[in-house]
């Protein structure tokens, strides 16, 4: 949780004002049941007017001296709160960030926008609460039991008694509901996994008319979700009562108590409704307490499913120096490479080794499955190597700062992304300095200069968030202009032409042959048309390298290559 408080630390003024503003509020609170007291023993009793008005004149200014200080208290808790939530989510978002594919992975999607959204509104929540009531509820609890004392020390002791037996029942209740809450959060992910799922996922679930089985698997995991946070809210729902329960019984003990004495001269009935008064402020606070703590137990929750992000570090790491490179060293260099993925059973990569020279074209080709994406994912380091090394410039990709590393290297995954902004802002990732010019040659290599002209905007023109005012292939075709303005070492194309008709595909591989000059691609296909044509192709089956060298020589040399040659030319004339 200390890497959680940290974001208190810019705000440590209001974290120390707020309360105390608080506590002057309570203060002042304090004193009205004296003042009520006196107006019954000595106002009323004595039919006297004009001190009956003095005394309502005073609980007037406490009123306002009292809603002051709240609302001074309340502005300075909820700048801590507000601070608080805006420092946790930059620190997550930066957290997640920094994090390498593989916790990534281990985090999923669903669990990351649970922790950045409910979870820190939550823990924001709790601290706004917590500045505010955590020390006036006691405060006052214990200030109006020595008020109490003030007033008759025997009577005092029933305030005792039911102040230690609502401390009781209250830690009671917390200690069973807060690994409830941790567990009641960890079903809230799952909801949010299937609804991240079915959102994403809406076209081909309608397609295969399988809606009554995802409303299905929805309602089970909406259910647990429903079960859990019936079952702690029930748990919690006790503490009302049962402080309703404990509170009244010490009233009955009080006015019981309190009219034996009256009867005996010992109390005067002002000094009894004081006596009360105090009892019900108890009441109040200690139900506020309560709801206090129940917010509290969530929001502690809450912090710690952030604080265990937040203290995740990455598997990858990486020198503060680039290291020296060899110009005729081979661009790219597989060593005997293997890759385990976390739980996995066997590798996903095995004794891999190649070369690729400056200026070359490397196809990677292979069945679903084979490895082909885990091998690409090596060059920019998104992935660590188990054995083996990738080396990029005659260096380890391991002795490259990582940011050094991605800028050689140009990445357009399988799943064509976008940003929401404009065309231009899109490809300037790719470079922030680019000009206009940059930006249409990369344009025109990608065969996408028709998709800009066609807009009414051009460069301008609106991106909606993840591209999807573009089609496929538009979107592909912006993806690769995007890595091409960065102006790479190596170009990296995972499947990436995968919705271009064959027309498009043959002018966009003439376009990267033409234009790129010295740059070294790596393209990764399941189409022999978009690979036969590079410098050496590279086999894939099951995570094992099966068949390395040329279209032609792998044709005569390598049964998985001539069987998917062989499956897509029969594919071809049959259509």
Known sequence: ?????????????????????????????????????????????????AYVLRMCGLLL??????????????????????????????????????????????????????RMTSDVNQAQTGVNLTLRLL?????????????????????????????????????????????????????????????????????????????????????????ALTAAQKKVGRISDLTNPVTYVLINIGVIALIYAGAVRVNLGELSQGQVVALYNYMSQILVELVKLANLIVTVTKSVACGKRIARVLEMSSSLS?????????????????????????GAGAPSLSDVTFTLGRGQTLGIIG??????????????????????????EGADVRDYPL?????????????ALLFAGTIRENLLWGNPGASDEELYAALRTAQAIDVVESKPLGLDEPVEAGGRNFSGGQRQRLTIARALVRHPDILILDDSASALDYATDARLRR??????????????SQRTSSVRHADLMVVLDDGEVVGMGTHDSLRETCTVYREICDSQEKGATDA
């Open 511 to 524: 376009a990267l042959r033409e234009d790129l000059g010295g740059m070294s691609v790596v393209v990764v």
């Open 61 to 114: 200014l406490l009123a306002l001296v009292g809603y002051a200080s709240s609302v001074t208290a309340q502005y300075f808790a909820s700048v801590a709160a507000v601070g608080f939530g805006t420092a946790s989510r930059k620190a997550l978002f930066s957290k997640i960030q920094s994090l390498s594919y593989a916790e990534l992975d281990k985090l999923g999607t669903a669990t990351m926008i649970t």
């Open 318 to 342: 990486a020198p503060a120096t680039a290291p020296e490179t060899d110009p005729k060293a081979p661009v790219l260099a597989f060593d005997n490479v293997s890759v385990s993925y976390a």
């Open 1 to 49: 949780m200390k890497k959680v408080f940290v974001f208190l630390k810019p705000y440590r003024m209001q974290c120390i004002l707020a309360p105390l503003f608080k506590l002057l509020e309570a203060a002042f609170e304090l004193f009205v049941p004296l003042v009520v007291a006196s107006i019954i023993d000595r106002g009323i009793a004595a039919r006297d007017t």
């Open 135 to 223: 020390m006036r509820s006691p405060f006052v609890v214990f200030g109006a039991m020595l008020m109490a004392a003030t007033i008759n020390a025997r009577l005092s002791l029933i305030f005792a008694g039911v102040i230690a037996a609502l401390i009781v029942a209250i830690y009671l209740v917390m200690f069973v509901t807060v690994p409830l809450y941790r567990r009641s959060q960890e079903k809230l992910d799952r909801v949010l996994d299937k609804t991240r799922e079915n959102l994403t996922g809406a076209r081909v679930i309608r397609a295969f008319c399988m809606e009554e089985k995802e409303e299905a698997d929805f309602d089970d995991a909406n259910g």
């Open 403 to 415: 940011e050094v590393l991605r800028e050689k290297v140009g990445v357009v995954p399988q799943r």
């Open 367 to 392: 069945g679903t499955g084979s490895g082909k994406t885990t091998l690409v994912n090596l060059i920019p380091r998104f992935y660590e190597v188990s054995s083996g090394s990738v080396r990029v």
